[in-house]
Every structure is written in structure tokens, then in C-alpha cells.
């Protein structure tokens, strides 16, 4: 019995670890997809400071958040999507015009990413 009761508590926490980083996925890709669209206004603003502070926080937030998606993703795709914040924090700071391209790439890997947390009957598979 207690055996039982131990496999329960388990699986329990393991599912609720399971629904959590799912959740925090979806909660951070939503976050750092509205901070890509305000690099881009502010950029089409001609305000280049803010453009460049937005972008350095864009990419600082991505800084901190990569220990946690290393847990749940893999290295080959967090690297991409750090390499992505960095054009874009370059870019901003040059003015480049490069920076819409730079952003909808990272907006198309944060999508692929968040994609990959949601669970589906083919991922389960």
C-alpha cells in the first residue's frame, strides 16, 4: 500500500512539474513577443536609445530565463534564439534596418518554442 501511495505522490509531482513548465513557457514567450514589438515601435519611431534599451532588456531577459529552458528544451535551439536577441541588440545600437528581419526571426524561434512545450498525442507518441 504504501508503495502505492508513493507512486501516486510521485506521479502527482511529476505531473504537476509537467503542467508548470508548460505554463511558464507560455507565460514567458508571451512576455518576450511583446517586448520584440516594442523594439520594433520604438525603432519606427526613430527613437534610437529606447530602441537600443529595449533591446538590451530583450536580451537580458532571455539571459536570465535560458537556465530554466535548457531544462526543458534543447541546447541547438536556446542557442539560436540567443543568437537572434543578439542581432537584434546590435542592430538597435547601429540602427540598422536589419532589425525587422532580426525580430520576425526571433518571433518565428520563440513560436517554435513555445510550440515544443505544448503536449500532444504525437509528441506523446
Known amino acids: 500500500m504504501k508503495r502505492i501511495i508513493i ?12 503542467f508548470y513548465s508548460v ?13 520584440i514589438h516594442e523594439v520594433e515601435d520604438a525603432f519606427e519611431k526613430g527613437d534610437a536609445e529606447k ?14 530565463f535560458i537556465d530554466f ?8 535551439h536556446a542557442l539560436e534564439i540567443t543568437s537572434s ?5 546590435s542592430f ?6 536589419e532589425l525587422y528581419a532580426a525580430c520576425d526571426r526571433a518571433e518565428a524561434q520563440i ?3 513555445r510550440d515544443m512545450q505544448k503536449p500532444t498525442l504525437w509528441k506523446i507518441l
Open 111 to 113: 513560436d517554435m518554442f
Open 51 to 64: 530602441t537600443s534599451e529595449k533591446a538590451k532588456e530583450l536580451s537580458e531577459d532571455w539571459n536570465k
Open 23 to 35: 505554463y511558464a513557457v507560455n507565460e514567458f514567450t508571451a512576455k518576450i513577443l511583446d517586448k
Open 85 to 89: 536577441m543578439a542581432e537584434i541588440h
Open 7 to 18: 507512486s501516486v505522490i510521485l506521479l502527482s509531482v511529476t505531473a504537476f512539474g509537467c
Open 92 to 97: 538597435a545600437q547601429e540602427g540598422n534596418e
Open 69 to 76: 529552458a535548457l531544462l526543458v528544451n534543447d541546447l541547438g
